[in-house]
């Protein structure tokens, strides 16, 4: 995580002496930091934070607190836990709010791995959401998908053959799951799967905390001729639950230049091509 900058305070009217520094980080720079010591080290607690961060114990907590909100992080006795680490997933809502600069630079370069006519698959995800934003108004082709929100923003586009995946809607992700998605997918081949991620290692590949999305996401790996996993860089070095590819079944990762150079190297060596937006 990049050096955090101190910042002067806001006035405080608690009356203890040491109040005058109550908050020397700003609020939002404060949930950063602890959003990437909880991806981290998977727990963090209330005391620790407070005399890393100079601030009190109270801070720490009402900081918690909105970070559970937003659905990021989930209060456990003394502390918090991030949501990811414990197999849960936050909503879409909530995804929109990450990284939205890095997304958006991520789908400008997946739109050059478009292919010229043909098909194209668009898992769910919001990442993926920006992508299919960003097609180009003249692009024409066949679109797979079995995100309800992206196949709505498609909806109205005259030139692309839309075709929405049936099954089972799963809440959190508005992806459509199940027997119905993966037997449809099984009688498709496609030209471009454009595919997101919970997580991504050289060792563990692809993967996502939840098994029926991950059945549907194999089946989506099977059904194309090329695959191209949009991760940002907080998904790199991150493992979760179900595996759906192995490192070497991904023909390219487009991820950001947060990531790590030496780690973009790595995931290269190991399959895929690798490009950071």
Known sequence: ?????????????????????????????????????????????VTALARELEVTSETIRR????????????????????????GYEPSVT????R??????RIAKAAVGLLPEGGSILLDSGTTT????????ADFE???????LTIAA???ERPRIELLVLGGRLRDVTKAMVGPWSTSSLERLRIDVAFLGTNGVTPEAGFTTPD????????AMVAAAARVVCLADHTKIGQTQLCRFADITEVDVLVTDGGLDEALADELAAAGPEVIRA
Not at 28 to 33: G, S
Not at 68 to 76: A, N, S
Not at 141 to 147: E, F, I, K, L, W
């Open 1 to 45: 995580m990049a050096a955090l900058m101190w910042k002067s305070v806001y006035p405080c009217d608690m009356s203890s002496g040491d109040a005058e520094v109550e908050d020397r980080l700003l609020p939002h720079e404060r949930h950063l930091h602890i959003l990437e010591r909880a991806r981290t080290h998977s727990r963090v607690e």
């Open 63 to 86: 900081d918690l607190t909105v970070l559970e909100q937003q659905g990021r992080l989930r209060r456990v006795h003394g502390g918090a836990v991030h949501i990811e680490r414990l």
């Open 94 to 97: 909530a995804r929109l709010e």
């Open 99 to 104: 990284q939205t600069a890095e997304k958006k």
């Open 129 to 136: 959401m920006e992508l299919a934003r960003r097609l180009p």
């Open 141 to 147: 082709a066949s679109v797979v998908t079995n995100s």
């Open 153 to 155: 923003l498609l909806s």
């Open 211 to 218: 098994l029926v999305e991950a059945e549907v996401k194999r």
